[in-house]
């Protein structure tokens, strides 16, 4: 596949996805909204990757490419390409399709379980019925039209959407390593405050290897699944 990923920051990366991608032979092409503002042909990629990022989907006077951006998603979406959205990104999918996104009652930050929620068709992404995340965000979604709710955590009741076969917006965090979580807290330390769904850095750092392992085996599943989908 032609891989074309939306990087809104620079210390939040591909993670693990980027060698899965390599592993797979799949070609990736990039736009750093912090450097450049330019989007691609959506003729020249098959599946577009939404990463996450501080900023909130309503804040255009600070990021004025936001709006583009979200456009640019709707048209992706309704050509029927493979999307998937990360955090921020989920949060765009669900803005550029209309749906409201908003404060969430907590802010959810640190290794915390979700919930996936069970289908009665064949046709949805299954998340197990429970799934230790690492999850990094202030802001949650309503879940658009026509999409259906497929995981929910005790702190942020939508945790992920699909829309159809080839869509999905995931709240959490699936692609984090260990170097990635350690950039996030070089660089948003200020965030961990005194909360009930807020760890400590040293909490965060110190979970073991093996969680980052089974948490990005989760990332691979699920762009599995996304590759499968015809178009």
């Known amino acids: 596949m032609r891989v074309h990923c939306f990087q809104h920051i620079a210390f939040e990366g591909l993670g693990s996805i980027d060698p899965w991608l390599m592993e797979a032979g799949h070609s990736l092409s990039t736009t750093k909204f912090f450097e450049s503002h330019n989007l691609p042909d959506p003729d020249s ?3 577009l990757i939404i990463l996450g990022g501080p900023m909130s989907v309503g804040e255009l006077q600070i990021y004025p490419w936001l ?13 029927g390409k493979r999307v998937l959205g990360i ?11 209309g749906a ?10 640190g290794w915390f379980p979700i919930t996936g929620v069970p289908s009665d068709t064949g046709n949805a992404y299954q998340f197990p019925r429970s799934l230790n995340a690492f999850h990094w965000h202030g802001d949650t979604f309503d ?26 917006g995931l709240q959490f965090h ?21 909360g009930a769904y807020i760890q400590s850095a040293e909490t965060l750092i ?17 762009l599995q699944y996304l590759a499968a989908c015809r178009t």
């Open 45 to 47: 990629f098959d599946f």
């Open 67 to 79: 709006g583009p951006e979200k456009l640019f998603i709707k048209e992706v979406i309704a050509r």
């Open 87 to 97: 955090c921020l990104g989920a949060q765009l999918i669900a803005s550029a399709l």
């Open 100 to 109: 409201r996104v908003y404060r969430n009652r907590e802010k959810e930050i």
């Open 143 to 168: 879940i658009p039209n026509g999409a259906r709710r497929i995981a929910g955590s005790a702190a942020c009741s939508n945790q992920a959407f699909q829309l159809g076969r080839n869509v999905l």
């Open 174 to 194: 699936l692609e984090t390593t260990v170097e990635s979580a350690r950039e996030l807290i070089k660089h948003c330390a200020h965030e961990l405050v005194a």
């Open 206 to 222: 110190t979970v073991d290897v093996e969680q980052y392992a089974l948490l990005n085996q989760s990332m691979n599943q699920v």
